[in-house]
């Protein structure tokens, strides 16, 4: 069967907020209004090259019960990438989708030792194939970020039918898929039918005028899509 098709009673995904401050305070006052509104809190890429391992730390202490992502992105030395965030605290940790795939199982195999939750997300960048993720499956990796970054953003690129049809095929072989790149509340409906694990949202977020209600709008949004 399509994955569109049926799959009415399919997961949740959950809100992911990307706190892409460059310093931990920052981070933190984000935190402190959105982490009663979403289901993951990310420590983002550029905190992580700003603050590095010590962000992750803090920001568990304030939310020992959140799923905590290092947005680290990291493309050599996985092990010991891996132990930095996770011995700080951090339940997922992206690699590049280009790193060797030694340095995606060594980073997996640090993360196991800290609890069968912990876990390695590969972020969809560039050119990739579905050889790749047929690989990345082998060694035991289950998630992907499927990505629409800044750079393509600005250029004007939105989400199309072909974005839909890669996350639909990479969901059918058995990888648990979120997705992030400028997404509004709006967007969402788009995915419907698709069992996405995480929507994740940044700026649109922690960025908003009020960024209570914009959390709920999306909150909103995923209750409407998804039973």
Partial sequence: MNIKEGNTHMKRPLLQVALDHLDTPGALESARLLGPEVDVLEVGTLL??????????????????HILLADLKAADAGGVA????????????????SAPYPTMEAALKVAKTYGEDRDIQVELYGDWTFDHARAWLDL???QAVY??????????????ESDLEKINR???????????????????????GIPVKA?????????????????RAFSR????GWS
């Fill in 147 to 160: 990505h629409r970054g800044r750079d393509a953003q600005a250029a004007g690129k939105g989400w199309d």
């Fill in 199 to 215: 929507f994740i949202a940044g700026r649109s977020l922690y960025g908003a005028d009020d960024p209570v209600a914009a959390a």
């Fill in 170 to 192: 990479l969901v059918e072989m058995g990888i648990h898929v979120s997705v992030t790149g400028g997404l509004t509340p709006d967007d969402l409906a788009q995915f419907r």
């Fill in 140 to 142: 035991g990796l289950q």
């Fill in 48 to 65: 992580c090259y700003a603050e590095g391992a010590r962000a992750v730390r803090t920001v568990r202490a304030c939310w020992p019960d």
């Fill in 221 to 224: 949004s995923i209750r409407a």
């Fill in 82 to 97: 891996a132990e930095l965030v996770f011995s700080a605290g951090a339940t997922w940790m992206t690699v590049i989708c």
